[in-house]
T-cell receptor, first 116, second 114 residues
Framework: DAGVIQSPRHEVTEMGQEVTLRCKPISGHNSLFWYRQTMMRGLELLIYFNNNVPIDDSGMPEDRFSAKMPNASFSTLKIQPSEPRDSAVYFC??????????????FGPGTRLTVL | AQSVSQHNHHVILSEAASLELGCNYSYGGTVNLFWYVQYPGQHLQLLLKYFSGDPLVKGIKGFEAEFIKSKFSFNLRKPSVQWSDTAEYFCAVTIQTGANNLFFGTGTRLTVIP
């Protein structure tokens, strides 16, 4: 099992540019989560999907952020336009929800984003 | 709203000292409980989890945690820490029959001095 795969691992971009982060969840998992981690704010849940459907996007900071999950094996988090305060490590995680029970999440290696 | 509290923000210990990190949650229903560890520069990894049964849960690397329902607590313990345990530790809660997301605490940074 390859685990959760994220790309790119590092991204450096200039303010105003569009940034797209990618995630491939563990095969068979039906829930996918996007988190952001910074020194100031810690670990924040941005959005999560169950069976490819966005369930809760209340953590998405602004309209500049959008996330999609076109199929069970792929998700993107897009920032357009990017700003320096978006600099953070973005983690993707997946889990397998069994019945009504929340389960452990498996985290990807993260994408370290730097916006200059 | 559900919340998870980790009162220790930064703990500094010498090697071989015993460790206990506090975690309290606020939710009156049935919960699943987790401890994750994040080593420097790495992603979060599961240390241990509690769903039901024996409230004393053993995890990897000699860690254990005890679920005390009456205190809404799930404290993490290790009898003798090592330098390699230096990391950030996150407590998390998910609600049975609820949405599938985890509610994370703010984390506790552990520094072990050789």
């Amino acid at each position: 099992d390859a685990g959760v795969i994220q790309s790119p691992r590092h991204e450096v971009t200039e303010m105003g540019q569009e940034v797209t982060l990618r995630c491939k969840p563990i095969s068979g998992h039906n829930s996918l989560f996007w988190y952001r981690q910074t020194m100031m704010r810690g670990l924040e849940l941005l959005i999560y999907f169950n069976n490819n459907v966005p369930i809760d996007d209340s953590g998405m900071p602004e309209d500049r952020f959008s996330a999609k999950m076109p199929n069970a094996s792929f998700s993107t988090l897009k920032i357009q336009p990017s700003e320096p305060r978006d600099s953070a490590v973005y983690f993707c995680a997946s889990s397998h929800r069994v019945g009504g029970r929340g389960n452990e999440q498996f985290f990807g290696p993260g994408t370290r984003l730097t916006v200059l | 709203a559900q919340s998870v509290s980790q009162h220790n923000h930064h703990v500094i210990l010498s090697e071989a000292a015993s460790l206990e990190l506090g975690c309290n949650y606020s939710y009156g229903g049935t919960v699943n409980l987790f401890w994750y560890v994040q080593y420097p520069g790495q992603h979060l990894q599961l240390l241990l989890k509690y769903f039901s049964g024996d409230p004393l849960v053993k995890g990897i690397k000699g860690f254990e945690a005890e679920f005390i329902k009456s205190k809404f607590s799930f404290n993490l313990r290790k009898p003798s820490v090592q330098w390699s345990d230096t990391a950030e530790y996150f407590c998390a809660v998910t609600i049975q029959t609820g949405a599938n997301n985890l509610f994370f605490g703010t984390g506790t940074r552990l520094t072990v001095i050789p």
